[in-house]
């Protein structure tokens, strides 16, 4: 495995959040009774004209200024030709030669601190196809069309990620920034935002690419990182076998955890892309670019810049807690409420809260603790009336609802104790227990500290103020 190097670049789709489809007044809500929401442009009737959505556009000129990309003062709409019963007109409106908008990046972070930045070679717009039913009809396939026309922004990557983990990283990026933006609701489940992966791996060292294989419409960061992994396998097993990795394109199975191959380039469709006719060119002014620009609210990248700056936290921590504006907004309300301890707000944003919310499917808007009872609980912590683990036991106290953290201490008892009197009591009843330890120590078993330590605030149960525990029983011991 050490010797190959894994390339990835992904095509993702995100579905925009207008109310009206991309050339059609149809509406876009999700969930309604199948072909209830497709107009005679979506089914292609003939004599319909397609009239080019203008909310679309300005969705997808604020993607572009976001990312750094040229905006393309004039853009081809394209037909791809292709058959498929789920497309009414036998071609989709897509671009081609000429997309909206041009070259950017974006910035990733990883784990170990690391910083990447991810070419984005190209975001062009297109409309969506309808949908295949399999499920509810035997011996035939029903077709829904309320999907036919929604517009997305499919954001094409440069071959620049190194490993499941980058695309995983990068995807989130791309989701985070759309939902900044406020032109793609990204919800995963209901397909607003789906990627394919296009997959290669070459020999360390080597310049040129391999040949890859695209997965087709991953829709969770879980299923993008376990197709990869499987794909990556599969070409090095190939490629080691002697054989040769075939392009192709292919689909991930969830449920077996493996990649099967849909179709091979020799079946590939020839889309037969010519400029659509019934569509003039888009030209963009560049006053309209300036209106969109004057609209940006801070990005994820420049929020975590600030972090970084404002808050001192490390890029990784400052990329995790700016990954959607709630948990951003959240975490600046539990920082202001702890002055100075900005890395504590981070651990308890980023460890409990997320930890609990996780366990209960829940989102960060929908939590039972909120930004503001959470401050109180680390003030306790801050001001020395609970230690941090004591702080652990309030907190799911807060969660399951019985009251802020102030009355949860009270009621519990579990104020800190910090009078020196009261722990040197306690200090002197554990020596006296347990003379054979207090020997061993003396005769240099110094690992034994951690045993007193521990029976100190077992006998306390835990409320004993470990820094005093720790100064006054090194008095005592020695
Ligand atoms: P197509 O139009 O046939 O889908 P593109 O050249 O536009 O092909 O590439 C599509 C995606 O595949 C892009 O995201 C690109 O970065 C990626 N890609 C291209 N070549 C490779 C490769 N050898 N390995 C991995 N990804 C690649
Ligand atoms: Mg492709």
């Not at 590939?268 to 609209?295: H, K, T, W």
């Not at 366990?359 to 009872?373: H, K, L, N």
Request: hydrophobic share 35%; charged share 30%; with cysteine.
């Amino acid at each position: 495995m050490m010797e190959w190097e894994t390339v990835i670049g992904l095509e993702i789709h995100a579905q925009l959040s207008t109310k009206s489809k991309i050339f059609s007044g149809a509406s876009t809500a999700y969930g309604a009774e199948p072909n209830t929401q497709a107009c005679a442009v979506d089914l292609g009737l003939p004599g319909v004209l397609p009239v080019l959505n203008r909310e679309a556009v300005r969705m997808a000129v604020k993607f572009g200024l976001a990312i750094g990309a040229p905006i393309a003062p004039r853009s081809i709409f394209a037909r791809k030709n292709y058959f498929y019963p789920d497309l009414p007109k036998g071609y989709q409106i897509s671009q081609y030669e000429l997309p909206v908008v041009g070259r950017g990046q974006v910035e990733i972070e990883l784990e170990d601190g690391e910083t990447r930045t991810i070419g984005v070679t190209r975001a062009h717009l297109e409309e969506d196809a309808g949908k295949s039913l399999h499920e509810d009809y035997h011996g035939m396939t029903g077709v829904d069309l309320n999907r036919a026309g929604t517009p997305l922004l499919e954001i094409v990557s440069e071959p620049d990620m190194r490993s499941a983990r980058e695309a995983v990283a990068y995807m989130k990026k791309i989701h985070a920034l759309v939902r900044y933006l406020e032109i793609c609701d990204g919800n995963m489940q209901e397909g607003s935002f789906r990627c394919d992966a296009n997959v290669s791996v070459r020999r360390k060292g080597t310049e040129k690419f391999g040949t890859r294989t695209e997965i087709k419409n991953l829709n969770s960061f879980r299923f993008l990182e376990r197709a990869i992994h499987f794909e990556v396998e599969r070409q090095i097993d190939i490629l080691e076998g002697g054989g040769a990795v075939v392009q192709e394109t292919r689909l991930f199975d969830p449920d077996k955890g493996e990649t099967r191959s849909m179709r091979s380039k020799e079946e590939a469709n020839d889309y037969r892309y010519f400029p659509d006719p019934d569509l003039l060119p888009l030209d963009i002014e560049p006053a309209f670019i300036e209106q969109v620009r004057g609209s940006l609210p801070e990005l994820p990248d420049e929020k975590k810049h600030r972090f970084m700056n404002d808050h001192g936290l490390s890029a990784y921590d400052a990329g995790v807690l700016t990954a959607s504006r709630e948990m951003a907004e959240y975490f600046e309300q539990v920082a202001v409420a702890v002055e100075g301890q900005a890395k504590l707000a981070a651990n308890w944003v980023m460890g409990d809260l997320t930890g609990a919310l996780n366990r209960e499917g829940r989102e960060i808007t929908d939590s039972p603790v909120s930004a503001e009872a959470l401050g109180g609980l680390l003030r306790r912590i801050q001001d020395n009336t609970i230690s941090g683990k004591i702080a652990k036991e309030v907190f799911e106290a807060m969660w399951a609802g019985e009251g802020d953290a102030d009355q949860v201490i009270e009621r519990k008892g579990l104020k800190q104790i910090t009078d020196t009197g009261a722990i040197e009591q306690v200090i002197d009843q554990v020596i006296a227990d347990n003379p054979s330890q207090l020997e061993q120590y003396r005769s240099g078993k110094d690992k034994l500290f951690g045993f007193f330590v521990g029976q100190v605030m077992k006998r306390t149960g835990g409320k004993a103020n470990p820094a005093q525990v720790n100064d006054l029983l090194k008095q005592k011991l020695s």
